[in-house]
């Protein structure tokens, strides 16, 4: 508001250098002394006089036995793979499935690096656009689901390491819902519920009459361009749907212009993924009809008043054994509804030095505290 002086003071307070990120400084034990934007370089040293050294016995994960920590961004796996082998770094995070299956299998790295796959807590997948007229169908949406041949992808892309997921909720949970029926790939089952739903062979695709117009079967997948995880899936599932009459449009996107068109529900079929916090899951950010609004991220348009009310009585109950119970209700409804189709989990694919003691992968991010390392030289 122009004039405004308490306002103008605040602004002014708040612009000053120990407020820009060049200068952060946090609670923790480490301060930032070196951020290299030109060469995706950042170094932390340990504080002096930090405030966590004096109750390290009393609290649990205040420990920091590493002075410094330097972050790099290393785009290309050939070089990554050439520096490990040169002992360059003390851990790497971000590696390809098929590299490390093969540091796995044939031990390259085990002289000097310790490999550690810890559950993952994320999960990626197939999002359907539920209040699309082909979509809005839940037949339509089982069938695709039943029309993935999941299993083979997640052998031939994850290399072994990786879940199969078909909920929402962390295996690991104790609400997590073991009694639903996989759906397991079967083109003819796909079939049958295509055609209950009242489409018919034309000419070349499944046909069906929708709002007075004559249309084709046919689903739009959109994808980030240069996602080859995303292809290969997209390729394989074209040639599935192809054998039961269904037309699958591959449409790449820059991430940007696909975020945007996910905002505005202008698509069919998009891949995604999540990244779950621990703790209790709360249902209402991905899968209330309010988070459907105002490009929310319920984005494929999940939802009614029932699950509604069971997500807010989800988030109000006390007693466990009754929200457990209603935690399997709420993925029994996913489960059939389709809103999803669940891909995988994927395990963190850690590589870490033997330098360090109590060095180990976590499955929270970023899935390691090199705080609590100890250098064993």
Not at 59 to 84: A, C, H, P, T, Y
Not at 350 to 377: E, M, Q
Request: proline share 3%; with cysteine; charged share 30%.
């Amino acid at each position: 508001e122009e004039g405004n002086e308490d306002l103008d003071k605040q602004a002014d307070f708040f612009s000053q250098d120990m407020f820009k990120r060049q200068l952060a400084f946090g609670s923790g034990p480490y301060e930032l002394i070196k951020w290299d934007q030109k060469n995706d370089l950042l170094i932390l040293d340990k504080k002096k006089n930090w405030w966590g050294d004096n109750v390290q016995e009393e609290v649990i994960g205040l420990e920091n036995n590493v002075d410094q920590v330097v972050f790099m961004v290393e785009e290309s796996d050939v070089s990554v793979k050439e520096r490990l082998f040169e002992q360059q770094f003390d851990i790497v995070d971000r590696i390809r499935a098929k590299d490390y299956r093969k540091f796995l299998d044939e031990g390259t790295l085990d002289a000097h690096y310790k490999l550690d796959t810890p559950a993952g807590n994320s999960y990626s997948f197939l999002g359907l656009n539920m209040r699309d007229p082909v979509l809005n169908d839940r037949r339509v949406r089982q069938a695709l689901t039943f029309a993935l041949e999941k299993d083979y992808l997640l052998n031939t892309l994850s290399y072994g390491l990786a879940k199969p997921v078909q909920s929402p909720v962390h295996l690991s949970m104790p609400y997590y819902n073991s009694d639903l029926p996989p759906y397991h790939y079967n083109l003819d089952t796909a079939a049958k519920l295509l055609e209950a739903a009242g489409w018919k062979m034309g000419s070349e695709f499944l046909e069906k009459e929708i709002d007075g117009e004559r249309v084709e079967l046919r689903v739009s997948f959109k994808y980030s361009s240069g996602s080859q995880s995303a292809i290969e899936i997209g390729k394989h599932f074209k040639e599935s749907l192809k054998r039961i009459g269904v037309d699958f449009v591959m449409e790449a996107r820059e991430w940007t212009v696909l975020l945007e068109e996910i905002d505005r529900r202008d698509y069919q079929m998009i891949i995604m993924g999540w990244i779950k916090d621990p703790g209790l899951d709360d249902f209402k950010q991905l899968w209330h009809t309010d988070s459907y609004k105002n490009a929310g991220s319920n984005f494929v348009g999940f939802g009614d008043a029932q699950s509604d009310a069971l997500i807010d009585s989800i988030r109000g109950e006390l007693d466990e054994a009754k929200r457990n119970e209603m935690y399997r209700e709420f993925q029994a409804i996913i489960h059939r509804e389709c809103p999803y189709i669940f891909l995988w989990s994927g395990n963190k694919k850690l590589i870490i030095s033997k330098r360090f003691d109590n060095a180990y992968g976590l499955a929270t991010r970023p899935g390691y505290n090199v705080a609590l390392w100890k250098p064993n030289l």
